[in-house]
Structure formats: C-alpha cells, structure tokens
C-alpha cells in the first residue's frame, strides 16, 4: 500500500505474530520529485525523526528498502512488533508491504 508519511509519527502496520515479510520501499526522486527527506522506521516504537536519537530507527533515503528477512530464513520476532513512521519533510511518499502466514511471498 502507498503512505505519505509527514512530520507526526504514524502507525503503519499493526503488530502481527503471523507477519512472515515485511518491505518499506520509499520512492525514488524520479518517481517522487519531493521524496527529499528522510523517513525514520521504528517496529514496536514511535521513532523521531532526529537523526543520532536513541529513538531514529531505522533510517530510509529516497529509493531505500528495508526489506525482513532477505532471505528465506524465518522473520526475527522484533519485527512482528507494529511499524511505526516518522519524516524529517512533509509528504515522503513510501510502499509498505505486509506477507503473512496465510499468503505466499513474492
């Protein structure tokens, strides 16, 4: 699903024990002429967007992935928690895709 994500933090995904992939994709500036800013991740906290913060998360530039797992081992239970995002500028546009035990990964 497409996100815009601004200056508040918001809920991206709940927490889910059968989630078994998870993908952030924020778009390219070729695609998004103002994806300029950061997008900051946290799984199980509201992060800030203040980079060098105990509570960044993780950090995505434009045309960055944060892709669980990468491979085919199973899905650390840390990011089962609920996906949480924050921007450093309004209106980053982000992907967010969900798997889960009942569906097949792509």
């Keep these: 699903m497409r996100r815009l994500v601004g200056t508040t933090a918001v809920l991206l ?9 998870v993908r952030v994709t924020m778009q390219p ?12 991740l946290g799984f199980g906290f509201q992060p800030t967007a203040v980079v060098g913060h105990a509570s960044q998360g993780f950090i995505l530039l434009a045309a960055a992935i944060l892709e669980e797992p990468v491979t085919e ?21 982000i992907m967010v895709e969900e798997y889960t035990e009942e569906e097949q990964k792509p």
Excluded at 29 to 40: E, F, L, M
């Design 13 to 21: 995904l709940n927490a889910n024990p059968r989630r078994t992939k």
């Design 29 to 40: 500036t070729s695609i998004v002429a103002g994806n300029t800013g950061r997008v900051h």
């Design 73 to 93: 081992a199973k899905i650390a239970g840390y990011f089962k928690n609920s996906v949480w995002a924050i921007a450093s500028a309004a209106d980053q546009d």
